[in-house]
């Protein structure tokens, strides 16, 4: 039997009843590059300095999350509020896992332990690749409930 050729597309074919599928996956070096943006994200929160998150994010880039149990839905200058107001602590530890990378759309986990000395989170950065550049379009997060203060 021969091999048949991977396609874009799914084709289905009534005798063999199989789906061909093309899987498409960015190759490594976009993986660095999605990486290294997200990097920006974690050292503005380490320094307690937005400047570096704000060569990452776009202007209209939105913010959604609970912080100690209220609603954040803002613009993402709150973030940089936020970061600006709170150092990090010296116990603070982050770790960036890039989730999936396409062609323009990268999806990209931070976890973080002790942000002002006590808080966790699970961030995930919404990337859009614009002008050649991993750009970051909107930030989700969750606040880790045994460190919610009311």
């Known amino acids: 039997m021969r091999k048949q050729e991977a396609s874009p597309t799914f084709a289905s074919s009534k005798q063999d009843n199989q789906l061909n ?4 996956r960015a ?12 990097m920006k994200f974690v050292k503005s929160v380490a320094e307690g300095n937005s400047k570096h998150a704000r060569e990452l994010f776009t202007d209209e880039a939105v913010l959604f999350g609970y912080l100690d149990g209220q609603l954040e839905h803002d613009s993402i200058e709150q973030f940089y509020k936020n970061v600006d107001t709170v150092g990090a602590g010296d116990d603070f530890k982050a770790r960036i896992d890039v989730v999936d990378v396409e062609e323009t759309l990268a999806v990209v ?4 332990e002790k942000w002002g000395g006590r808080i966790g989170f699970t961030d995930y950065l919404l990337l859009m690749k614009m ?10 997060y969750n606040q880790n409930s045994n460190t919610i203060q009311k």
Do not use: H, P, Q, T
């Open 21 to 24: 599928i093309s899987i498409m």
């Open 27 to 38: 190759n490594i070096e976009e993986y660095k590059a999605v990486e290294a943006a997200a």
């Open 109 to 112: 986990r931070v976890l973080e």
């Open 131 to 140: 002008d050649g550049k991993w750009r970051c379009v909107a930030k989700a």
